[in-house]
């Protein structure tokens, strides 16, 4: 019996002495950080197109029919909004002809109108951007259907 005792007193020796360096390895800990970072984002999309029509002799005067929209995630931005051709700047064109007068744009209704070479800005606030045109026609503007393109180009101010 006395055997057995001793047996079994070295098995549980063992097993302890056997069990305290799995217990020391359980013990040790790393960390992991994990991190991103966001990008500032700016997303512009343009005030629907403008049809004069026909135009008449005078100030035609004209406006989106849907504002365009800014989507950012920064603190403070401004739009431009601005014809960027090199050749004939402002000037609306049809084929080689192109109208006397340089087209006005203005963020609004009544003032505010610059030269569409020149552009507008629009800044933080609002977050919509409301479009409004005026083209000045002579009598001595040649016949044909006229564009121009407006560019909307935003900027993150950082």
């Known amino acids: 019996?006395?055997?057995?005792?001793?047996?079994?007193?070295?098995?549980?020796?063992?097993?302890?002495?056997?069990?305290?360096?799995?217990?020391?390895?359980?013990?040790?800990?790393?960390?992991t950080t994990v991190?991103?970072?966001?990008?500032?984002?700016?997303?512009?999309?343009?005030?629907?197109?403008?049809?004069?029509?026909?135009?008449?002799?005078?100030?035609?005067?004209?406006?989106?029919?849907?504002?365009?929209?800014?989507?950012c995630n920064g603190t403070?931005?401004?739009?431009?909004?601005?014809?960027?051709?090199?050749?004939?700047?402002?000037?609306?064109t049809s084929g080689a002809n192109k109208l006397a007068g340089k087209l006005q744009i203005s963020s609004q209704e009544s003032s505010g109108y610059a030269a569409a070479d020149v552009g507008i800005t629009y800044d933080s606030n609002p977050t919509t951007l409301p479009f409004y045109v005026k083209q000045n026609v002579l009598d001595s503007d040649k016949a044909g259907a006229y564009t121009i393109t407006i560019t909307f180009t935003g900027v993150i101010d950082l």
């Open 35 to 71: 991190s991103g970072t966001q990008a500032s984002v700016i997303e512009v999309t343009a005030p629907t197109t403008i049809s004069f029509g026909a135009f008449s002799i005078g100030v035609n005067s004209g406006q989106s029919a849907t504002n365009g929209t800014v989507a």
């Open 76 to 92: 403070t931005w401004s739009v431009t909004a601005k014809d960027l051709k090199v050749s004939d700047a402002g000037l609306m």
């Open 1 to 31: 019996m006395k055997k057995r005792i001793l047996i079994l007193g070295m098995v549980l020796a063992l097993v302890a002495a056997l069990a305290v360096p799995i217990v020391a390895l359980a013990g040790n800990t790393g960390t």
